[in-house]
């Protein structure tokens, strides 16, 4: 916040006081576990490893990090105020006016525009201020332009999220505007991880493994943080 500054005649130090507030920001935690399996005669074939399993289940404990993440950023949306938030069809000018607030409130002159790279190929200023070829040649690279009247524009990685249903992990229709170099999402990593390796004593002689550990994900609210999310599909 921008405290007031009082104007006084001289000799009077009668001001009234504003105090500052040092705001909490709590990551409640949970246990994430995941557990994979795979049976004996396929490790003595050599089909399936103990590596192989340590690594689809880190690679499947990063991925839901991931999502939540993702699912924090799509839901801090509705925490905003009216001067941090837009929707509908993109409009240029409503993404300068939003980047405008996003800098005032954090008193900083570079802020960022990250999306994925179908929410940044949105982004299209072209009737205002036209396009180089250079410009060009970086949408047809990238899948878009990269900059938007002087602030860069950077891509979020898009997953699936767990399951067979090939969801997308990441939302397509929106953007965030932070700060250069903030992070509006809190990812809490509360004491080690449980492993847990079985490869005898089983009746079925099935070998498995687990890891299991507590994680919090949290995205920053007006609160805590002052930046804007531009939704296409609100």
Not at 63 to 76: Q, R
Not at 187 to 205: H, M, P, S, W, Y
């Amino acid at each position: 916040s921008v405290y007031e500054v009082a104007t006084t005649s001289r000799g009077n130090s009668d001001v009234s006081r504003q105090r500052i507030i040092d705001k909490n920001f709590t990551v409640p935690t949970a246990r994430k576990a995941i557990k994979l399996y795979d049976e004996f005669d396929r490790f003595m074939a050599g089909k399936i490893t103990i590596d192989r399993l340590v690594e689809k289940a880190n690679t499947a404990m990063s991925a839901h990090v991931g999502e939540l993440i993702a699912t924090a950023i799509n839901g801090s949306y509705s925490s905003l105020t009216t001067n941090y938030k837009a929707n509908g069809a993109f409009d240029a000018d409503t993404l300068v006016t939003l980047i405008a607030h996003v800098k005032a409130a954090n008193n900083v002159s570079e802020v960022e525009i990250w999306g994925t790279d179908i929410s940044l190929s949105n982004v299209d200023d072209a009737t205002a201020a036209g396009y180089s070829d250079a410009s060009k040649d970086t949408f047809n690279n990238l899948g878009y332009f990269g900059v938007f009247r002087g602030t860069n524009m950077y891509e979020m990685p898009q997953a699936y999220s767990a399951g067979e249903g090939q969801t997308f992990a990441t939302a397509n229709d929106f953007l965030v505007i932070v700060p250069a170099g903030q992070k509006i999402v809190k990812v809490i990593f509360e004491g080690d991880a449980k492993v847990d390796l079985t490869t005898a004593g089983r009746n079925d002689e099935q070998m498995e493994f687990s890891v299991a550990r507590r994680v919090g994900v949290a995205a920053l609210t007006a609160d805590e943080g002052r930046y804007g999310i531009y939704d296409f599909g609100a």
